[in-house]
């Protein structure tokens, strides 16, 4: 079996460019330490076929530029055939290009823009895209019961390619849209938006927008006296939204991604944690990160060999049906995997799960 | 049609604090003869520091805030006036138009170090719009209204009836011959500068009492104001109040026929045939204050 050149032989290497300092590195430290403990759990089961398997981390400063060099650095000199890509999804998409053309793994813990399911056949991540939220609202709006809305969404990227993937699932199950339009990012009047909706009068409303934007939206509706049921997805989940929009944000219905803490996975994470990390709490998508190690790990033990193109397919082959901490992490064509989600709503001013 | 009545009434709404906003603009144009692109910024002072003197450690009540709020976007506008323009006054339009742009950099980003970049609100509690005839409106936007009716009509009643209104027609008309017959520029400087300050610091905390804060809320009036003054026809007190009026409701009846999101695009439209077709603005008349 041939082995990555830079390690010592009988090693299985992959490489992780992580934020270990920098803004993000609050965050990074959390990373690494789930990564190592997957790591640990790996080779106490025996490894890569009898070979340890090794993770080298580079620093990325938290910054596009230092990821880019720490991602050069991983694939010119250490010529590692998979590697753990930087949190914050612009520092990803700055490294996806290098990935994709030197022919290594990429994957992502951490990653949410949906851009990234364009960035090549070489790079996975085991977060759910951000366009999977359209995918859950339409569920959402068909588990309510409302077969009409009014959609408005975002006037960027984000929203749009989020609304459009919203229409084409309401549409499948059945659902009508009665009008559709984008608001501008940044505005403080959406009268005009809400003018538009209050004349059609429907049941539900879908809103796939930010914080700020959302907040003047429920506002503005309230003051127009509107009362209609307002659907929307994770990106407007925050206590600010409230702060902002006060009662008028009461009673509005979102999803989030989220997976289940009754599983056996989970359960096995947080012993194991709490067992190697005696005092601390498990860090924000320290599940994530375990999983891409635990999802790597069994690629490598089945690739035919340790080049990237046989992982590579190993990796898609095993990923199937692969179910880790935070769910089923079965990859698809774009190398993104799928999520559930968890549904939120305002009362009494606080943002609580909707049950 | 309850809709076209209610796109109407926000477009007026709208449209009475553009008024407001180009006014002070044009004005400071008339004497001056340039175009004050720090002007904007002017209205978003005057809305974070009522936020100042309404919050810790101040805490005065929301109406009291507004007084020391105004008093200070004055003390900024004749700052700006003073220590910028007035060393520059014998520039070259384009130093005095390049030096607004700075000074609108500088103020803008002095509310984002202060307030940061984030959206704020004065965290006043939140009421059904009043409803009749199928229509609605809220109270601040009455206000609305009812301030830009005020502040004109008091504009109107200085401008024809005080020797200080006359005086500030004639300079704007011709400084030189102004100067000349003994009329004292500096009063007139003043008067505009406070008029402007006034108009733009009451019409910005009406807008944020209506919406919220945001340290752009200056630059995106700005433009509206500036479409509604070339409207209007540079200098020409009664066009940008016409030409306000007109941009809001063309804004907000448009909606009616295009999506909501490219609302903006109408006062960039209107910017752009106006310089190209009627650089005089659509009532033809040269320059003053009229």
New interface residues.
């Given amino acids: 079996m041939a082995v990555a050149t830079a390690a010592s032989a009988g090693d299985a290497v992959v490489g992780a460019v992580t934020p270990l300092t920098g803004k993000l590195a609050v965050y990074g430290e959390g990373f690494q330490k789930a990564m190592n403990l997957a790591l640990d759990e790996v080779n106490a089961e025996g490894g890569i076929n009898g070979m340890p398997m090794k993770i080298v981390f580079e620093d990325n400063n938290s910054t596009s530029k230092g990821s880019v060099s720490a991602i050069q650095k991983l694939i010119t000199i250490d010529k590692l055939p998979v590697i753990f890509g930087p949190a914050a999804s612009s520092n990803f998409l700055a490294v996806c290009p290098i990935a994709q053309q030197n022919k290594t793994i990429l994957i992502g813990a951490e990653s949410a823009a949906a851009d990234i399911t364009k960035c090549g056949s070489y790079v996975f991540r085991v977060f759910p895209s951000d366009l999977l939220q359209g995918i859950g609202v339409a569920e959402l709006a068909k588990s309510l019961g409302y077969k009409e809305v009014v959609l408005t969404y975002i ?1 960027n990227d984000w929203g749009v390619g989020l609304a459009d993937v919203f229409k084409e699932n309401f549409k499948k199950e059945g659902g009508k849209i009665l009008d559709e ?4 990012e ?1 505005k ?6 809400i ?2 909706i209050k ?1 059609i009068n429907p049941k539900a409303i879908v809103n796939l927008t930010y914080i ?1 934007e959302g ?2 939206l429920l ?2 509706a ?4 509107m009362s209609t049921q307002w659907l929307m997805g994770s990106a407007s989940k925050s206590p600010k939204l409230v702060e ?5 944000a009461e009673g509005v219905i979102g999803t989030y991604p989220t997976f289940s803490q009754e599983t056996p996975e989970y359960k096995h994470y947080k012993d194991a944690w709490d067992k190697k990390y005696p005092g601390g709490k498990t860090p924000i998508f320290g599940e994530y990160n375990y999983d891409m190690v635990k999802l790597t790990a069994k690629a490598l033990k089945a690739a035919k060999s340790m080049s990237a193109d046989d992982i590579r397919e190993a990796l898609i082959a095993e990923s199937q049906g692969f179910v880790g901490v935070t769910g089923d992490k079965s990859f698809d064509a774009n190398g993104d995997c799928g999520a559930t989600y968890g549904r939120w709503t305002v009362k009494d001013g606080k943002i609580v799960d909707y049950k | 049609m309850t809709y076209y009545l209610q796109l109407l009434l926000n477009g007026m709404v709208a449209g009475s604090v553009y008024a407001m906003f180009a006014v002070g603009l044009t004005m400071v144009y008339g004497v001056f003869r340039f175009i004050n692109f720090a002007h904007g910024e002017l209205i978003a002072w005057g809305a974070y520091l009522v936020l100042l003197f309404y919050l810790e450690p101040c805490s005065l009540p929301l109406y009291a805030a507004v007084v020391p709020a105004l008093l200070v976007t004055v003390l900024i506008g004749l700052a700006q006036d003073r220590f910028v323009y007035k060393p520059l006054r014998h520039s070259s339009h384009i130093t005095l138009l390049i030096a607004s742009i700075g000074l609108s950099y500088l103020l803008r980003n002095a509310i984002r170090l202060i307030w940061g970049s984030d959206l704020m609100t004065y965290g006043l509690g939140l009421t059904r719009g009043i409803s009749f005839a199928g229509l609605s409106i809220t109270w601040i936007q009455i206000a609305m209204v009812g301030a830009a009716l005020v502040f004109l009509g008091f504009l109107y009643i200085l401008l024809n009836f005080t020797i200080l209104g006359k005086s500030l027609r004639a300079v704007s008309d011709n400084m030189d011959l102004a100067d000349i017959m003994g009329i004292s520029m500096k009063r007139i400087g003043l008067t505009v500068w406070l008029l402007a300050s006034v108009f733009a610091g009451t019409g910005g905390i009406l807008l944020a009492l209506d919406t919220n804060l945001e340290p752009m809320m200056g630059l995106t009036n700005l433009i509206k104001a500036f479409a509604a003054v070339l409207l209007g026809g540079a200098g020409n007190v009664w066009g940008a109040l016409l030409g306000g009026l007109f941009i809001g409701i063309a804004e907000n009846v448009g909606v009616a026929f295009f999506s909501p999101g490219y609302k903006d695009f109408i006062s960039f439209a209107v910017i752009i045939l106006m310089l190209l077709f009627r650089p005089r603005g659509i009532f033809g008349i040269a320059g003053g204050v009229r």
């Fill in positions: 006037n339009f984008a608001h501008e940044g403080t009047d959406y009268r005009s938006e003018l538009r004349r700020k907040a003047t506002r503005q309230y003051e127009a006296n902002l929009a006060g009662g008028a």
